[in-house]
């Protein structure tokens, strides 16, 4: 099988989506802002190499306790911030595309279906508590997950706004791509 891996936050999308997301919420539910203080406490911790990065997010998505319906309020905010997908991407053929993100699934799941992307692999977070199962999907954790979902599959094409972080998923392809805002870079 012939396959396309997107990283989705600053690669596809003009930001980060988690980010917006959070910030969307707050701004509906105010009532939010009540755990921000141990988010920040947690984002203390991980810069400091004290908790790790899945533990960290697993706090900064505990918020979702405090949510009604979620899946209501992913709709919404897609409605909103679709206009941030990418001009490039929106120009593409989606056929062969896996999005593979350290982002939530539940997130990514309306966009990715209103894309119609082959796949998305993502965080997997629970909704309804914040609590993340499974390690965060970023890094070699994307490969990990990739290989449990697929057995054969050549990467024909890569792109990451980051090679740092997503030097593993641009290494499976026989062309990586690097992508700057609107400017996408050939590296392999």
């Known amino acids: 099988m012939k396959i396309n891996l ?3 936050d600053g690669t596809i999308y003009d930001g980060d989506s988690t980010f917006d997301f959070i910030m969307y919420e707050i701004k509906r539910h105010p009532i939010i802002l009540i755990t921000l203080f141990e988010d920040l406490l947690f984002a203390l911790l991980y810069l400091l190499h004290i908790v790790d990065k899945t533990r960290m997010k697993t706090h900064f998505y505990k918020f979702l306790r405090l949510i009604k319906n979620v899946d209501e309020e992913v709709i919404s905010f897609w ?3 679709d206009k941030k997908i990418k001009e490039f991407y ?3 053929d989606h056929d062969k595309d896996i999005i593979i993100s350290a982002s939530p699934e539940f997130l990514l799941k309306p966009i990715a279906n209103k894309l119609k992307v082959k ?3 993502g965080s997997q977070v629970d909704k309804y508590t914040g609590k993340n ?3 965060n999907c970023h890094d070699v954790e994307k490969v990990r997950r990739l290989d449990e979902k697929y057995e054969d599959y050549i990467v024909l094409e890569s792109y990451s706004d980051s090679i740092k972080s997503d030097k593993p998923i641009l290494d499976l392809a026989k062309k990586a791509y690097l992508v700057k805002k609107n400017k996408i870079t050939l590296i392999k």
């Open 79 to 81: 409605r909103i911030h």
């Open 90 to 92: 929106l120009k593409r």
């Open 6 to 8: 997107f990283d989705f």
């Open 133 to 135: 199962i499974g390690l």
């Open 119 to 121: 796949d998305l692999i």
